[in-house]
């Protein structure tokens, strides 16, 4: 059972460069989250999902882009990389607003 | 402005006592609050959660109180286990239907054979 699948789990970019962190869950669950955890920060949310076709932001969305076209996939979208962007990137998924969520083993990345 | 805050980052118990890990939350907006532990290279895995209209819930060895008045959640382990050396995040849910989750900066609890 792979639950939330995150790739890649490391990533160098240089500054300006453009990326996509992919998401995946085979659980079938509609609700979707993209988070970011910096040191002393504890986990900030970006974007969020509730379904295939409906996004909307969350704490620290700037700089970042999302899309919800399938049940499974929440891609994580990087349009000119910064500094200020180097995180570890977890992202999240629940079957519903009132259960927890699983996440993902995170994605480590760094932008010079 | 740190709507949810862990204050201690850090805490050391024996093993076979009670750790206790503390949350405060400005917040009023506030309808559902979840405790998560985290291992070193691996994401967060939910442990124990409770709703505002409640004040204790209870699983195994875990206990959550929460505090309304005082704006105050706590997660208690009874007895604390080596394997429970983890970080802890406290997480807390808007209300008004949303989906959006506030987390703590975490509390790293190591439990001392």
Redesign the interface.
Known sequence: NAG?TQTPKFQVLKTGQSMTLQCAQDMNHE?M?W?RQDP??????IH?S?GAGIT?Q??VPNGYNVSRSTTEDFPLRLLSAAPSQTSVY?C?SSNS??Q???????TRLSIL | DQQVKQNSPSLSVQEGRISILNCDYTNSMFDYFLWYKKYPAEGPTFLISISSIKDKNEDGRFTVFLNKSAKHLSLHIVPSQPGDSAVYFCAARFTSGTYKYIFGTGTRLKVLA
Request: glycine content about 20%.
């Open positions: 939330v609700y989250s988070y002393g920060m504890g986990l900030r949310l969020y509730v909307d969350g704490e977890f999240a607003r009132n927890p969520q699983h996440f993902g083993d995170g």
